[in-house]
């Protein structure tokens, strides 16, 4: 049995993952895996009406999805333009090559004047996820809530019932199930929720060095899914015995049982239908195997499709900004500014450290440690369950901070203990779109290397440059364009070359000393002129060498009704319409001191318990129709 799991997943790595194994048989394996799991969710009929549609099945369309199917007198259709994971997304040391996966829309950004020109063709990626769970079939699992000041801030821009402690805290304690070292008993988890958060069990040593050398520089350990921001700590992850733990995972197949959830695979949502009379959305359009269909919505209809395609179904459904509307075609029913505002993290991984420590994995690329590796993984341990090969995190205030809050970090360290030559530049090279000069001229002296190596990648949790989204046409299959703005704020590349001189500073205590830990200096050739590590140097790095940690929020803000810049009300309901909804990260009005999933999870949490609350106190309104 251990035997054939094993063939089959090697067979499939070196399938979807090209690591170069030759073997006919892969794709064929992989699609049959696929295929009988897609099965086990669809369905061999639909019905043609329903009482709640859900597009897209990210975190929060999945957990609205879960808990309106709680009431059996609903029934509720989530569709999905994705596929059901394969055991490959679940091995979290695998994230990165996720990217070059099915289950990822792919896109990339606009060309910009100020950022992103050592990635290939001088465009930033900007991946997302398509699968059933949506980007958590992708993502990193870094589990990160935002702290209290930030959701008080969306308060005080007028958001009404968004308050930390009796909405949303509560919300993120409901979908959760916390096995924490440290925090067992705290106040701020829950054991018994759905999507489990955990430390994970193996750690290379650095994590423990990263951890010390942060508290030499005066930081504390916290717990910073608290009410503690600045500090340090090791990783919770939504994983569970070592596995990815996706949306699907936690909150659909366990309730694939439930006769009032129908799931629609590889089906892609083309538009809301909304009566232009009454305003009220009764439906969807949506293309299936090449046929385009009607489906009706009796009470609501719910955009959980993610922050760059909600934003696009509300313009393709004539919701959006009048002139974009009518350059492409598209007749206005209600004039809002969507996706007129994108905010984002940029983040710096061009610091990477070597050491003097033997990395019992390295060379990755043989076949006894990529086999070891695996081995391990199917037993729950190693570093293959490592998510995203990110161990620990650290947040901290420089002094242009920025932030809307004095409690608040500007900054978040991400300690990776895997750097891009570990695999001669495949997984985190390719998934970030580093260009080939860059990887050669910085990266490719390292190849087989057998040390430890570690990137500290900075990441600006709050900055003052905001970007946008517009579509390039009305057709539903091609992408929107995106605008990061990224770095058209100098302070923002002000603010992590503070952080670097931090960075730098802590791996010159002795806890890092102690390992031999020294700065690789090899220069980025374009910034060279500048000295390797003078200010210009580094300022010249940032540009040249960025990345979203793709958090993009706000396409379709939320705000009170004077907030001309609002799309949906603090009920999540889209001005101008009536029974529509969107629910998902789109909505976040300004960024969080956080990555972004588990507040998908918790907007899904506050947003189906609004649903309740508007359709459970009342009778059925269709009583006098029916009869
Ligand atoms: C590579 C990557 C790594 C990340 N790492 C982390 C991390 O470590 N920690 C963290 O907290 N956050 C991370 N994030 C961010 C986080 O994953 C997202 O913010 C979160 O998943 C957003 O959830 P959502 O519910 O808004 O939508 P999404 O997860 O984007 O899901 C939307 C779903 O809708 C579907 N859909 C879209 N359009 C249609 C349509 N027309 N018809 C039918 N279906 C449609 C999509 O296929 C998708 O499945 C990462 C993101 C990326 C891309
Ligand atoms: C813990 O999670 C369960 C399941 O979602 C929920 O019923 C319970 O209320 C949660 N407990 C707390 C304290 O939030
Ligand atoms: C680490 O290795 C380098 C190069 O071999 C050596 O010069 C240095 O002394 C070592 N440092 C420690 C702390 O062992």
Known sequence: MWISVKIVLLLTISSCNGFGIPNVFAPFVESLIKNNADKKVERRSYLNEYDFIVVGSG??????ANRLTEN?????????AGTVETLIEQVPMFAPYEFLTRYNWGYVAERQPYSCFGSKDSRCGFPRGKALGGTSVIYGMLYTRGSKEDFDNWGKLGNYGWEYYETVLPAFKKSERAHLKFY?????????GYLSVVHNEYQTPIPKIFIDGNKAMGLDEIDYNADENIGVAYLQSNTLKGRRHSAYKSFIEPFLHRKNLHIM??????????????????GV???????????????????????FHSPQLLQLSGIGPREDLQRIGVPVLHDLPVGKEMYDHISFPGLLFRSNLTNPILPFLEIQNMVKVFGNFLQSKGFGTVPNGVESLAFIQTPTTNV??????NIELILLTVAPHYDNGYAVRESERMS?????SVYKQLEGDTTYSFLIVISLLHPKSVGYLELKDRNIF??????SNFFKEPEDVESILEAIKYTIAMTKTKPFQDIGARLHDAPIPTCAKFGFGSDDYWRCAIRTWCVSLHHQVGTCKMGPSEDRTAIVNPELKVYGVKRLRVIDTSIIPVSTTSHTCAASYMIGEVGADMIKRDWERQSNPYIFHSN
Do not use: M
Not at 72 to 80: A, D, G, H, S
Not at 285 to 307: F, P
């Open 285 to 307: 359009e949506l293309i299936r195997k090449n046929r385009r269909h009607k489906i009706i919505a009796r009470r609501e209809v719910i955009l959980s499709a993610g922050s």
């Open 478 to 483: 091609n992408a929107p364009r995106f605008y």
């Open 72 to 80: 059996p007198n609903w029934n509720v259709l989530l569709i999905e």
């Open 436 to 440: 080939d000069w860059l990887y050669d």
């Open 265 to 282: 695979l590889n089906t892609r949502v083309s538009k809301v239908l909304i009566d232009s009379v009454t305003r009220i959305a009764y």
């Open 184 to 192: 067992h008993k705290s106040q701020f988890h829950n054991d018994t």
């Open 59 to 64: 975190p929060a369309g999945c957990v609205v």
């Open 404 to 409: 809307p809050h004095p409690r608040l970090p």
